[in-house]
């Protein structure tokens, strides 16, 4: 018996219906009691994920130029995928306009998050972050229809 391949189509994937479109994560529970949190905004259209990451630290983990009074923002972008009730995504960091990021302040290289899919609703979704347990409350602020693209 012989291994095959299959040719994979030249078209991005559907994704998963009730996460299309863009979810903001408008507070965090405690957050005046924390060291640091990120707020997440993300897009999710097809197979594709884009978040925007703001995070408010009180305290400096990078050079002073980076830190920027406690509050910054880091953008990332990749594919995702839903397996029962996880949602993994896999990305990159990338600059403002969603370009490749090779060097500069904050985090560079891959983007890789696991979440626990708490709940979903037409216009909320709740996550878990398996990485640091802190909850993502996410609302819907804009329905977008997949219309795959071109590879």
């Given at each position: 018996?012989?291994?095959?391949?299959?040719?994979l189509p030249n078209v991005q994937g559907r994704g998963e219906e009730f996460?299309?479109?863009?979810?903001?994560?408008?507070?965090?529970?405690?957050?005046?009691?924390?060291?640091?949190?990120?707020?997440?905004?993300?897009?999710?259209?097809?197979?594709?994920?884009?978040?925007?990451?703001?995070?408010?630290?009180?305290?400096?983990?990078?050079?002073?130029?980076?830190?920027?009074?406690?509050?910054?923002?880091?953008?990332?972008?990749?594919?995702?995928?839903?397996?029962?009730?996880?949602?993994?995504?896999?990305?990159?960091?990338?600059?403002?306009?969603?370009?490749?990021?090779?060097?500069?302040?904050?985090?560079?290289?891959?983007?890789?998050?696991?979440?626990?899919?708490?709940?979903?609703?037409?216009?909320?979704?709740?996550?878990?972050?398996?990485g640091n347990q802190r909850a993502c409350h996410l609302v819907l602020k804009?329905?977008?229809?997949?219309?795959?693209?071109?590879?």
């Amino acid at each position: 018996m012989s291994a095959s391949c299959r040719r994979l189509p030249n078209v991005q994937g559907r994704g998963e219906e009730f996460l299309q479109g863009v979810w903001n994560q408008d507070s965090i529970t405690n957050a005046d009691n924390l060291l640091n949190y990120t707020k997440h905004k993300f897009k999710f259209t097809c197979d594709s994920f884009y978040v925007d990451l703001t995070t408010h630290s009180k305290v400096n983990y990078y050079t002073d130029s980076c830190f920027n009074n406690g509050i910054w923002k880091e953008y990332a972008k990749g594919v995702y995928k839903v397996r029962g009730d996880s949602l993994f995504l896999s990305g990159t960091y990338t600059k403002k306009n969603y370009k490749q990021k090779v060097s500069g302040c904050y985090q560079i290289g891959r983007y890789e998050k696991i979440f626990y899919i708490k709940s979903s609703s037409a216009d909320q979704l709740d996550l878990e972050s398996v990485g640091n347990q802190r909850a993502c409350h996410l609302v819907l602020k804009e329905h977008i229809i997949c219309e795959p693209k071109a590879l």
